[in-house]
């Protein structure tokens, strides 16, 4: 996304939209920390049409507490309900994200009604966290049928 370092929302969303619109087939969307919080507010405000996207992986969102915790990114705090639109998505987290310390299942999988996976004591699933190439994802992004794949 542009200007990581001096994120802006409204940019991203753009940018998002931008990049969707350049597929031929719809792809897989695999989205990470902020970039989750794009795709939501993408979403909410209708600029994903139904069946522009594969299905959508949502790793290590981060919670509303978090953001607001944070003024340089208070303007991407989730938006309202979404819930409904988001078919085909399932999230990734951790048990132990500094990120989205309520947990991802009470922060976005029972609200949003997402299939949630937790992978234990993982920090934010980054770099940072010792998570570069995943191979679990790959095989998401690949399988036929996702929800025959876990992640590690």
């Known amino acids: 996304m542009p200007?990581?370092?001096e994120p802006e929302l409204d940019l991203?969303?753009?940018?998002?939209?931008?990049r969707l619109a350049g597929f031929s087939a719809p792809p897989v969307v695999v989205r990470h920390s902020l970039g989750c919080l794009v795709w939501l507010h993408a979403v909410a405000r209708g600029l994903v049409p139904e069946g522009a996207v594969a299905r959508v992986l949502l790793v290590a969102p981060p919670s509303a507490s978090f953001?607001?915790?944070?003024?340089?990114?208070?303007g991407f705090a989730?938006?309202?309900p979404v819930a409904g639109q988001v078919v085909g998505a399932r999230i990734v987290a951790s048990d132990a994200d500094p990120c989205?310390?309520?947990g991802a299942v009470v922060a976005y999988g029972r609200p949003l009604g997402i299939a949630t996976d937790v992978v234990a004591?993982?920090?934010h699933l980054s770099l940072d966290d010792g998570y570069g190439a995943w191979p679990s994802v790959l095989a998401w992004c690949?399988?036929?049928d996702p929800a025959t794949a876990g992640f590690e």
């Not at 991203?12 to 931008?18: I, T, Y």
């Not at 953001?67 to 208070?74: L, Q």
């Open 3 to 5: 200007d990581p370092d």
């Open 12 to 18: 991203w969303v753009r940018e998002l939209c931008r």
């Open 67 to 74: 953001v607001a915790g944070h003024p340089e990114i208070a």
């Open 78 to 80: 989730p938006p309202g």
């Open 100 to 102: 989205c310390p309520e």
């Open 121 to 123: 004591g993982a920090g």
């Open 142 to 144: 690949l399988a036929a």
